[in-house]
């Protein structure tokens, strides 16, 4: 055979040495210095597309993109200045050259082999063709799905914008203060879900939240909400710098307890002009976060009884604690003081 006169592969195991090459998965092809094809196996015609015969003493410039052959000797120098197993290229996207002449990407591993006739290259070779495609139909998929899921809450928010709106159209359309009173309240409590999908798409972040960032925006809006009554009172903050952050399922029960509780204070701790400040605080406590809600201002009244409250508000708030795998504690004042106190790491799931 013409190639095993060239190749001069070592004596001592030659024919298993051949025989392994040969059956290989991956294309291999045996280069000497010169760049002259000496070896190649089964996989190596099947992928370049020719019968050995027309590869065997040719260049191995045959199987380059014309752009890539030019520099392909220098590169070929350094390997056999310092022959060691190596990845070629890496961190370059390299392609070859199929007989037809079309262009695919490859990766190729080089190992220098001890010849009769000196050093050469054995260059396996894999056609990450349909690897790449792959890759590409997947991200791609992907990147569909971002913007669905973009799409998706950027809705969720618009609708849940839609009925804060319509409540404050009821709203206007009564002469009934209380009924009115009744009606802001559950815009806010709209407005507070609506702002976790806000927050979700704004950070391109769909999966958590970062909780000092909605409960500051909560805050804000929160005191937007209540501008005529809140001149008197100052809504003070006292967030972690470094985000924690919390599941959607998670944010929204967190962000509906600040709303009733800093309703509340709003509503009842200041009354008859009385001038003070609300706190909203959240600390790490070990493996906990605590939720406070607290107020300088009147207290809660005498005899009051979480377990007894018959309103909406504070009959939410033990539920949504619930939700959260947390407790909801009344604290003594002076004025009124809510803890919120609930597992940092999400709950495992329970079936529903
Ligand atoms: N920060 C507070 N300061 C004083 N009283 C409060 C405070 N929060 C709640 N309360 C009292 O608890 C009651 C129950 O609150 P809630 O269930 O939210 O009902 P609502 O706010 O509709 O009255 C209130 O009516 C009020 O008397
Ligand atoms: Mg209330």
């Not at 005498?302 to 009959?315: I, M, N, R, T």
Request: glycine share 8%.
């Amino acid at each position: 055979m013409s190639d095993k006169t060239r190749a001069g592969t070592p004596p001592a195991g030659e024919e298993s040495f051949r025989r392994v090459v040969e059956w290989a998965p991956t294309a291999m092809v045996m280069v000497d210095r010169e760049g002259c094809i000496v070896l190649i196996n089964a996989q190596a015609e099947r992928v370049f597309g020719y019968p050995r015969e027309e590869l065997l003493g040719q260049s191995v410039d045959k199987l380059l993109p014309g752009q890539f052959a030019g520099r392909h000797p220098a590169y070929r120098e350094s390997f056999f200045k310092d022959p060691h197993p190596r990845p070629m290229g890496s961190g370059r996207d390299l392609y070859a050259r199929h007989q037809d002449g079309s262009e695919f990407p490859v990766e190729i591993g080089l190992n220098p082999i001890e010849t009769e006739e000196g050093v050469m290259v054995l260059a396996s070779i894999v056609d990450i063709t349909e690897r790449q495609r792959a890759q590409q139909k997947l991200e791609s998929a992907l990147q569909e799905k971002t913007v669905l899921l973009n799409e998706v809450h950027h809705r969720v928010k618009n609708n849940l914008q839609v009925i804060s709106s319509l409540l404050n159209l009821q709203a206007t359309h009564t002469g009934d203060p209380r009924l009115r009173a009744i009606l802001a309240e559950s815009q806010n409590r709209v407005r507070a879900m609506a702002l976790t999908h806000q927050l979700l798409y704004e950070r391109k972040d769909y999966s958590r939240i970062d909780l000092g960032e909605y409960l500051e925006r909560l805050a804000q809006l929160l005191l937007s909400s209540y501008r005529e009554d809140s001149t008197h009172i100052s809504l003070r903050r006292a967030l972690p710098a470094a985000p924690q952050f919390l599941d959607l399922e998670r944010a929204i029960p967190c962000g509906l307890v600040v709303t009733e509780l800093v309703t509340n204070a709003f509503k009842h701790a200041f009354t008859g002009g009385r001038t003070g400040e609300v706190r909203i605080e959240l600390h790490a406590v070990g493996d906990e976060l605590e939720l406070l809600v607290a107020d300088d201002g009147a207290g809660l009244p005498e005899g009051f009884d979480l377990a007894a409250v018959k309103s909406l508000g504070l009959q939410l708030v033990p539920l949504l604690a619930d939700q959260l795998g947390g407790r909801f504690t009344v604290e003594g004042g002076p004025g009124a003081r809510f803890s919120l106190r609930f597992p940092s790491v999400p709950l495992t799931r329970r079936p529903s």
